[in-house]
């Protein structure tokens, strides 16, 4: 059977994170909002190719364009806003990149253990058939638990 990750993740090393991550909740946390799905679905859809329009709309309202900023835009706001929407921009990009590794990771060890799941359930399946009562109890536990399949032994 390939074991395609061996890892053991130390008890310290995951209490340093688990540190860590509180730690940046809790900077961050004054400086962010929560949207609902509802306010979400009103919102402007803005991504990687709308950014540099509303970088460059920022320079010239504040610069070589600024007569032609309406009256109603307070390009004080916009300023905080272009610069809040690019810090935060950067923030997600270095969490995605760190979440599609532990994904990634968590990925090959789950289809690992799944993997050595099967066989043992396996195993136990074939020594059910014997009548044993111990591994009937074992088989008939880890079969409430496979996905959609039934006990053949306890139906016998």
Known sequence: ???RISINIPEDV??????????????LNPYLVTVSETQKQSLLKIGDKTAPLVNKSYEYSTGTGKEYVPTYLDVTEFG???VASNQLNNIRKQLDQLTQVIDDT????????????????????????TGEAKVKIIYDDLSQRFLGHTSTATTK
């Open 80 to 82: 905080k806003d272009v």
């Open 1 to 3: 059977m390939e074991n």
């Open 14 to 27: 995951k209490a340093a994170v688990d540190t860590k991550l509180d730690e940046i909740y809790a900077i």
């Open 106 to 129: 968590r990925s090959l060890a789950a289809n690992d253990a799944y993997a050595e799941a099967l066989a043992y359930y396996s195993s136990v399946k074939n020594a059910a058939k």
